[in-house]
């Protein structure tokens, strides 16, 4: 019988604070990652600007899945504490060097 063991997996906050700048406005959430840049329009979210956080947080909504052997997590992005979530940030991982680490990292706006 084959004993599960744990896996070292590189932390997904970690890789955010590394890899995504924002910047939160009264009307609009901007995310940049490398290249790609996505700005949010954050009117219909109906929040007041002094509702919103000083800037975009991500680390409330975390989850983990497996897809086509991949591990996934997505981590929600919220501008606010009240119905402020404008999208996931989707870091895929690949096992390498006895732990996994990631490989790709995304977002996906709330459509």
């Known amino acids: ?40 329009d954050t009117k219909p979210l109906k929040i007041e600007s002094n509702h919103l956080f000083p800037d975009i947080y991500f680390g409330n909504l975390i989850s983990f899945e497996i897809n086509d052997n991949h591990l996934i997590v997505k981590i929600g992005g919220q501008i606010s504490q009240a119905g402020g979530s404008i999208g996931d940030i989707q870091i895929t991982y690949i096992f390498k060097d006895k732990m996994y680490q990631a490989k790709s990292i995304k977002f996906k706006p709330n459509e």
């Open 1 to 40: 019988m084959e004993v599960p063991a744990e896996v070292l997996v590189d932390d997904p906050i970690g890789i955010v604070l590394k890899n995504v700048k924002t910047k939160l406005l009264s009307n609009k959430a901007i995310i940049s990652m490398g290249e790609k840049k996505y700005v949010i």
